[in-house]
């Protein structure tokens, strides 16, 4: 009963997370030939330090695990799989950040930031749909998932595609999922039931990015008060023509 109260408070916790350092997102972009590893806010494309991009997988259309090489540039991260995936998922652990009594936050645990207010630890989180008829496997290492209950590849612009989140792997309620993240971040879309799902429109016949962000609560650390946590489900509304 305790597990479901907290998970039914994850819809406050996130709305009222508005935190600098949980303001940005993680997504993926095909750009120039390449898939690039985007850090931002809406129409927001900031630097980051690549070094934090924690893990890279990629699948080929059964759920096979293709090789994925994270290449670290000077301002951001880009993937390189082995061939081109039907799946591919990435992680950022941004770190531990603590804000001081006069609101800056400093990246840095609380046990070196004295008089430190709030402490969280934030990870980012995306999932690529690129293909149709894809298998998603197991992904235990997305500790927030947006996972498709349909094929989205194939719902369509304008029509719902069926969703449940999930929290280190059980479903969660409560959850406000925003169904435009790169056009409209701040305009939320939906949240999930008591079985962690939703219906979240199809937006875009181009690239949709829908989102969700949460925050945790973490007991008996030293160093972080909170997990904060954003996730993203990308993929083309429309097949590609040239």
Excluded: C
């Excluded at 303001?23 to 993926?28: E, P």
């Excluded at 590893?37 to 890279?56: F, L, P, T, W």
């Excluded at 998603?136 to 590849?153: G, N, R, S």
Aim: aromatic share 6%; proline share 7%; glycine share 8%.
């Amino acid at each position: 009963m305790h597990h479901a109260k907290s998970l039914a408070l994850l819809g406050l916790f996130s709305a009222l997370f508005a935190a600098q350092v949980s303001a940005h997102g993680l997504w993926t972009e095909q750009r120039r030939g390449n898939i690039e590893v985007i850090y931002g806010h809406g129409a927001e494309d900031n630097a980051y330090k690549a070094r934090k991009i924690s893990g890279a997988w990629a699948y080929d259309v059964s759920g096979k695990m293709i090789p994925v090489t994270v290449q670290r540039l000077v301002d951001h991260a880009r993937l390189q799989p082995l061939k081109p995936p039907a799946i591919l998922a990435v992680a950022l652990d941004n770190g531990m950040w603590s804000q001081t009594a006069d609101k800056k936050w400093i990246n840095q645990g609380r046990s070196k930031v004295p008089g430190a207010i709030e402490s969280t630890q934030t990870f980012k989180y995306s999932l690529a749909i690129y293909q149709p008829g894809a298998k998603l496997p197991a992904l235990d290492q997305i500790k927030l998932l947006i996972l498709p209950e349909v094929d989205p590849l194939t719902v369509g612009p304008g029509k719902s595609l069926p969703v449940r989140v999930l929290l280190d792997g059980k479903p969660a309620a409560g959850v406000k999922l925003i169904g435009d993240y790169r056009n409209a971040p701040n305009t939320l879309s939906t949240e999930t039931d008591a079985e962690g799902r939703a219906q979240v429109l199809v937006r875009n016949e181009g690239l949709n990015v829908i989102a969700a962000q949460v925050e945790v609560p973490v007991k008996d650390s030293p160093e972080v008060s909170s997990r904060g946590l954003f996730s993203s489900l990308t993929f083309l509304g429309e097949p590609h023509h040239e």
